[in-house]
């Protein structure tokens, strides 16, 4: 099934918050608990299991690609991202 564009949106949300939370090689409970309150506040749809898998997977892919390489990776696709949804994702995160 094809995924909508806020669907795809919402993944790029994810994974730039989660460059964020491993910067420096850690992903407390707490940093994990501040993504799901910001998806929250983003109208994201997901579940909380849905989006603790994708950390999870986001982290797995870390340590398989690296930090640089994902995170290069991550800003790539922020591209594709409307200002009015980045303009949302910073006011959520302040």
Do not use: Y
Request: proline share 2%; with cysteine.
């Amino acid at each position: 099934m094809a995924r909508t564009p806020k669907e795809r949106q919402d993944e790029i949300i994810l994974e730039l918050l989660c460059c964020v939370m491993v910067v420096d090689r850690t992903a407390s409970a707490t940093e994990k608990a501040h993504i799901h309150r910001i998806l929250s506040e983003d109208d994201s749809n997901w579940t909380a299991a849905e989006i603790n898998e994708r950390i999870m997977k986001f982290i797995a892919r870390v340590e398989v690609q690296g930090f640089w390489s994902t995170l290069d990776d991550a800003c790539d696709k922020a591209s594709a991202l409307p200002m009015s949804r980045v303009e949302k994702l910073v006011q959520n995160c302040i």
